[in-house]
């Protein structure tokens, strides 16, 4: 190794032919030198001092050389990982441009899924789906294939507080925002989807600390607009955030502009500035204001996930079509 590294030096290295040079030019100084109480012949004193200036030599080179291979070795190790994310970047990329072709041409033959249990992708999308309870053309929705098992219909999601959840009657029955940002499906076809389905429901949050947690729910339903778009489940199955819909189960909807609240004394909707399912008023509202802290509440929240109503930093709820078994 060591003598690969001298010939190297030697042959391909500016600085190991200095190296060289220059350690040539101290050698008349050693050949003159002498050692206390030992004789030598200027032969061996000559043979010695080049054993000592070849071992000097030698250890320097191997210096130079690992440093340079360190470096070298560092230096690729960069390009390497900056080569690895830039690819890594083009391909999701490329993913996500095929993903809105087959959309765009989904859309244009009007090929469209039945839900996003049978979207053949692992990875989590928009896409054209209509669902067996949805009379109408078919829409595009996000299909969330990261948790449970995947298939889930987005019917609401919130991450960046973008989107104003603040709403009237009217766009909470319509729907609004983009299947692929923040949105809220719209109660209407969440009504048409659920009603004729057995539907479970996956609610899905994080606070601001980066802790995430689920909540899981059968015999999800939504009513009709003449029901008030009555929200109705079966039974928490489980989940780590706790079960803090419990409250809104059997309750109407509500937003500033209808209330349809069991709380005698003003608008639980208009009061906290969201739509939702109140009651009395409420032990979760994923509908609430984008922040952090609010000293009334009014904020994005999940009692069970902290035993706290403080601000969210994500939401959101799914639902998927149980299969028979
Ligand atoms: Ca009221």
Redesign the pocket.
């Known amino acids: 190794m060591t003598s690969r590294k001298l010939n190297v030096a030697m042959m391909g290295s500016p600085r190991g032919i200095k190296c060289f040079i220059i350690t040539l030019g101290t050698l008349s100084s050693l050949y003159t030198g002498s050692s206390a109480n030992v004789f030598y012949s200027p032969d061996e004193k000559f043979t010695a001092r080049m054993g000592q200036l070849e071992t000097m030599m030698l250890n320097r080179l191997d210096e130079r050389m690992d440093s340079f291979e360190r470096r070298l070795e560092q230096k690729l190790g960069q390009q390497f990982t900056a080569m690895q994310k830039a690819t890594d970047i083009k391909w999701l990329k490329l993913n996500d441009k095929f993903t809105e072709m087959k959309n765009v041409i989904a859309q244009n033959s009007g090929a469209y899924f039945t839900s996003c249990r049978t979207v053949p992708s692992e990875f989590s999308n928009v896409f054209m789906i209509r669902p067996p309870g949805i009379n109408t053309q078919p829409f595009l929705a996000y299909c969330e294939q990261d948790f449970l098992g995947g298939g889930w219909i987005v019917i609401h999601k919130r991450f960046d507080g973008s989107l104003n959840f603040t709403r009237s009657w009217v766009e909470y029955r319509e729907g609004f925002g983009d299947p692929d940002g923040e949105h809220w499906m719209g109660l209407d076809k969440i009504h048409k989807i659920t009603r004729s389905g057995d539907y479970e429901l996956l609610v899905q949050l994080k606070d601001f600390d980066g802790t995430g947690k689920l909540a899981l729910y059968d015999g999800f339903q939504v009513d009709g607009e003449g029901a008030k778009y009555k929200l109705r489940f079966g039974q928490f199955v489980h989940g780590n955030a706790e079960n803090s819909l419990d409250p809104s189960n059997g309750a109407r909807f509500s937003t500033f502009d209808q209330?349809n609240?069991?709380?005698?004394?003003?608008?639980?909707a208009d009061f906290y500035e969201s739509g939702w399912w109140f009651k009395n008023c409420m032990n979760a509202n994923l509908n609430g204001l984008y922040q952090r802290y609010d000293k009334s509440n009014k904020t994005m929240n999940w009692f069970g996930f902290r035993n706290d109503l403080q601000g969210l930093k994500e939401a959101s709820m799914m639902i998927r079509e149980k299969v028979k078994v």
């Not at 609240?261 to 639980?268: A, K, L, N």
């Open positions: 209330d609240d069991q709380h005698g004394e003003g608008s639980c």
